[in-house]
């Protein structure tokens, strides 16, 4: 059974590559992260961030490990054996988790019916938001459930974003005003470390470097969806997802 997003694009050979992924695996569920692309400036900003966390935040190898508990699955393409779907209740039994994509993921493992994660590459391409409000909306539904509603881990997310993102743009700032060379060479260091990470999500993911040197920028948007995210899902107000609210009542 194979569930894809709608804003999904499939090139020549994606659906055999994983069927025999997963038939080579003995799998239960084959889940392909797509190629990210980017079409108005608000995914330029934050995508690229986003897709960094992702890459240190998930680890493949463990994922993909029927020894390590650790369990994640890409809701844009998830193909299932049969008989492991309806094992572990299908979407029915995760009808009241927001990210249910992961809960499916983690079902599946936890029954040790065998998860494998993989990146599909041009072969599978998404756009994930049409614009910078579904952005906004989508980003701010899920981060603070995947921090599993922890607070202290938010605040240190977003101290992070904006110390790596930000930090030595503001550096170069300073480093003029105030003349001080050991700053502006501790900022440069850090801009060219992320352009580095850009250049390495090119080759990894495909994605161009559009707009890398507005990273200091896309650095505040995301820590500030972050901020949101856990104002929203903690309290309720404005929790939506495609206008429908997702607060429990």
Request: proline share 3%; hydrophobic share 55%; glycine share 12%.
């Amino acid at each position: 059974l194979l569930f894809l997003d709608c804003d999904v694009r499939l090139g020549s050979g994606a659906i055999e590559a994983a069927l025999g992924h997963l038939l080579a695996s003995g799998s239960g569920l084959v889940s392909v992260g797509p190629q990210l692309v980017c079409g108005c400036l608000a995914e330029w900003l934050v995508q690229p961030i986003m897709m960094t966390i992702l890459a240190v935040g998930y680890n493949f190898a463990a994922v993909n490990d029927p020894d390590n508990p650790k369990a994640f699955a890409f809701g844009p393409f998830l193909l299932f054996r049969r008989s492991a779907y309806e094992q572990v209740g299908g979407h029915a039994g995760v009808a009241d988790v927001v990210i249910e994509d992961v809960a499916l993921g983690q079902r599946i493992k936890a029954q040790g019916l065998g998860l494998q994660i993989c990146l599909g590459g041009p072969r599978v391409r998404s756009r994930m938001y049409a614009n910078g409000a579904a952005l906004w909306e989508g980003w701010t539904k899920n981060w603070f459930l995947g921090l599993e509603r922890n607070w202290a881990l938010a605040v240190l997310a977003m101290g992070t974003v904006l110390g790596i993102c930000s930090l030595p743009w503001l550096g170069v700032i300073l480093a003029g005003a105030t003349g001080s060379l050991e700053v502006l060479l501790a900022s440069l260091a850090g801009i060219l470390a992320q352009l580095a990470i850009r250049l390495l999500l090119r080759h990894w993911a495909h994605l161009p470097l559009c707009y890398w040197w507005l990273t200091a920028v896309g650095g505040w948007a995301t820590a500030a969806i972050i901020l949101a995210s856990a104002i929203r899902t903690t309290t309720g107000r404005n929790w939506t997802w495609r206008g429908r609210s997702l607060a429990v009542h």
